[in-house]
């Protein structure tokens, strides 16, 4: 999610419905260039319902994305319908993989396959494993956009790729450990991992103690 803090101005929805009532498509497109994601989603809430389209055809795809999240639920979902399949790809590309798990039940199934497509590995079976399991249970709400490592690798093998990564998700402070069969195993503090011999493996400085629920509860 974007980091910018929302621009709260009552005059751009009188803005926006002057320009939607003479047509002038410019002057919305100008009215949403500097706003922050959750602005737009409340204008686009406080607007009737069949100007929305005209307005959510000038919100550029870098910032789609992020305007749905912040939707609520029924005029995200009346949205999604009005945007052809690609739009919605590229404007899910834009997202964080936890981001996009939280989309997933307003798109179809070829969108979500074009997604899919899209991401690598790690993140296409988060997403997979993500809509197994239903809505309401904590399999379905579990955040899918996590670092995970291997337990036999060195902590030195470990800041190599967290550079290669060169960003890490939103409030990241401990990387998931997970044996070569995948199976969560322990934690990895980014405290510890800064701070421990590089030479040393993650099983050695790792914390095994965790909370864990079921998928399903």
Do not use: C
């Not at 980091?3 to 410019?26: R, S, V, W």
């Not at 069949?50 to 995200?76: H, N, Q, S, Y």
């Not at 503090?189 to 050695?204: C, G, Q």
Request: proline share 5%.
């Amino acid at each position: 999610m974007a980091l910018a803090t929302p621009k709260k101005n009552p005059e751009h929805l009188k803005q926006l419905l002057a320009a939607i009532e003479i047509g002038e498509t410019k002057d919305i497109g100008a009215i949403l260039t500097d706003l922050h994601p959750a602005d737009i989603a409340r204008l686009l809430e406080g607007i009737p319902a069949d100007k929305r389209p005209i307005v959510w055809d000038e919100v550029d795809t870098a910032r789609r994305g992020e305007t749905l999240l912040e939707l609520p639920e029924p005029v995200r979902a009346d949205l999604v319908d009005i945007t052809d399949d690609q739009s919605l790809v590229a404007a899910a590309r834009t997202l964080d993989p936890d981001d996009i798990a939280d989309l997933l039940p307003e798109l179809s199934d070829e969108v979500i396959a074009e997604i899919l497509y899209t991401l690598d590995r790690q993140n296409r079976e988060r997403l997979n494993a993500v809509r197994s399991y239903p809505g309401d249970t904590a399999g379905g709400l579990m955040n899918v956009d996590a670092v995970t490592v291997r337990m036999d690798i060195t902590i030195e093998v470990v800041l190599r790729y967290l550079r290669r990564r060169e960003t890490l998700p939103e409030s990241t402070n401990v990387l998931f450990v997970v044996d070569r069969h995948g199976r969560l195993v322990g934690q990895l503090s980014i405290a510890r991992l800064l701070t421990s011999n590089s030479e040393r493996r993650v099983f050695e400085v790792m914390d095994r103690e965790l909370v864990k629920f079921s998928a399903l509860a």
